[in-house]
T-cell receptor
Framework: AQSVTQLGSHVSVSEGALVLLRCNYSSSVPPYLFWYVQYPNQGLQLLLKYTSAATLVKGINGFEAEFKKSETSFHLTKPSAHMSDAAEYFCAVSAGGYQKVTFGTGTKLQVIP | SAVISQKPSRDICQRGTSLTIQCQVDSQVTMMFWYRQQPGQSLTLIATANQGSEATYESGFVIDKFPISRPNLTFSTLTVSNLSPEDSSIYLC????????????FGSGTRLTVV
């Protein structure tokens, strides 16, 4: 069984400020973890993924996430928010090997000029 | 990564009718997944489609309502049958890309509105 909890359905940050989106997971097997971004009226785009290699994962658009097994967390960060980062972000978990992906409820990021 | 073409991108349908959504992938994939995203909500897996076998449905989803075809390794269809306003959602297909281990690619989605 696997699940993902995203803390905060809405997060607002000022342009240039740190972005921190929180994700905690539960998995009965070593997990594969993902962050996806969804812009309005668009599909999902993969930001980054953890696949049991390095615990600090760098993704596109300056985002990164750190896998912390002891905390069962995979929080997404970006040092400096840009207006174009405004979107909805989904954390997800999978057992890999063609297994399904389970998504969190999403966090809408608002960037204030 | 794999490139997915999903059609139609949006549709408005009358209640009681059906809509068939197509998903074409530019490479052969073992599994294809169909998700539903209801307004303002996250993605929920409907079913997993493996070529040459019956699709596997998640709890709460049944084949009569969501029949799926998977005729080959690059194509799948999802039909949403006997439409009601509650079926108004975005439907997305997804594949696990063999060229990118542990990478799931999503189609751009089909936005369905039932009136």
């Amino acid at each position: 069984a696997q699940s993902v909890t995203q803390l905060g359905s809405h997060v607002s940050v000022s342009e240039g400020a740190l972005v921190l989106l929180r994700c905690n997971y539960s998995s009965s097997v070593p997990p594969y973890l993902f962050w996806y971004v969804q812009y309005p009226n668009q599909g999902l785009q993969l930001l980054l993924k953890y696949t049991s290699a390095a615990t600090l994962v760098k993704g596109i658009n300056g985002f990164e996430a750190e896998f912390k097994k002891s905390e069962t967390s995979f929080h997404l960060t970006k040092p400096s928010a840009h207006m174009s980062d405004a979107a909805e972000y989904f954390c997800a978990v999978s057992a890999g090997g063609y297994q399904k992906v389970t998504f969190g409820t999403g966090t809408k990021l608002q960037v204030i000029p | 990564s794999a490139v997915i073409s999903q059609k139609p991108s949006r549709d408005i349908c009358q209640r009681g009718t059906s809509l068939t959504i197509q998903c074409q992938v530019d490479s052969q994939v073992t599994m294809m997944f169909w998700y539903r995203q209801q307004p303002g909500q996250s993605l929920t897996l409907i079913a997993t489609a493996n070529q040459g076998s019956e699709a596997t449905y998640e709890s709460g989803f049944v084949i009569d309502k969501f029949p799926i075809s998977r005729p080959n390794l690059t194509f799948s269809t999802l039909t949403v049958s006997n439409l009601s306003p509650e079926d108004s959602s975005i439907y997305l297909c997804s594949v696990e890309d063999r060229r990118e281990p542990i990478g799931y690619t999503f189609g751009s989605g089909t936005r369905l509105t039932v009136v």
